[in-house]
């Protein structure tokens, strides 16, 4: 193992945004009980040192590949097209549309059950935008394509967190 080796290399997976969930989970815990620190304790600090940056390593990379948001903005590095989402947040009008009239019915919205059917067809939206970014970087091999969608795929969990907020005040 390399401690420079991207996170997919390091999970013994291939570059594709879909991965088997199931498999990256066994790779972390099979990674974690090869490098965890407590291993290492008879070796001295020196190599319980290094053996936490493995660990830390590891579990970074772990992260970044079971989120699909993180993974897809990974690859779209990796593959030579930075999100770059502080800089360019220009979307497509259509787009636009959409994250205003989700922003308006949320406002309005004044049961339960009116936030829970924006957050069914905000769910939806965001299903279908994570299957074109599958599409865009697994088949087309266009990560410039992707990481717009993927910028969107930002949007549209930043509305969701607010609908989720929403529906928690109703809860409580």
Known sequence: MNLQDDDFTLFGLPQRFALDRAALDQQWRDLQAQVHPDKFASEGTAAQRVAMQWAVRVNEAYRRLK????RAQYL??????????????AMPAAFLMHQMSWREALDEARTAEAVEALSDEVASFEKQLVA??????????DPTTAAQQVRALMFVQRIRADIHRRLDAYET
Not at 67 to 70: D, G, I, M, R, T
Not at 76 to 89: R, S
């Open 76 to 89: 779209c590095e990796l593959q030579g097209a930075p999100i770059q989402a502080e800089n360019n947040t």
């Open 67 to 70: 989120e699909p948001l993180a």
């Open 132 to 141: 074109d970014i599958a599409r865009l970087l697994d088949d087309a091999h």
